[in-house]
């Protein structure tokens, strides 16, 4: 079982920015707010961003389920306009072939997003 994910960012302030508009579509909030990390989620916090120098994101990918179709738009949609870049638009063919309908971006930092829909669509 999964416990939390920490991802390491070099931009506390940018990236705070970023998740606040990737994450508010799914209902997450902040639980921790500190002066060199920030923890998101629904009722504890799973997702943590801590600022480090030096970050080396290659290879990284954190994939969130949403709770539907317009949370992965709304998602993308917040993420691509708070600093993140785009990938694969939502409903495009992603990279990792989920089979679900998705969207990637890719985080200031440079650490691959999925945002999908946690049931395939036929």
């Known amino acids: 079982m999964l416990h939390h994910i920490v991802l390491e960012i070099s931009d506390l302030p940018a990236s705070s920015e970023f998740y606040d508009a990737l994450l508010s579509p799914f ?25 480090r120098n030096g970050v080396r994101a290659e290879g990284t990918l954190v994939s969130l389920g949403a709770p539907g179709i317009a949370a992965v738009k709304a998602a993308w949609e917040g993420g691509c306009g708070a600093g993140g870049s785009n990938v694969a638009k939502p409903g495009e063919p992603g990279g990792h072939g989920s089979g679900s309908y998705s969207a990637f971006l890719r985080d200031p930092d440079g650490h691959d997003i999925e945002i999908t829909v946690g049931t395939r669509l036929n």
């Open 27 to 51: 209902g997450w909030r902040r639980h921790v707010n500190e002066s060199g990390a920030i923890g998101y989620g629904i009722s504890r916090p799973i997702l943590f961003i801590s600022e």
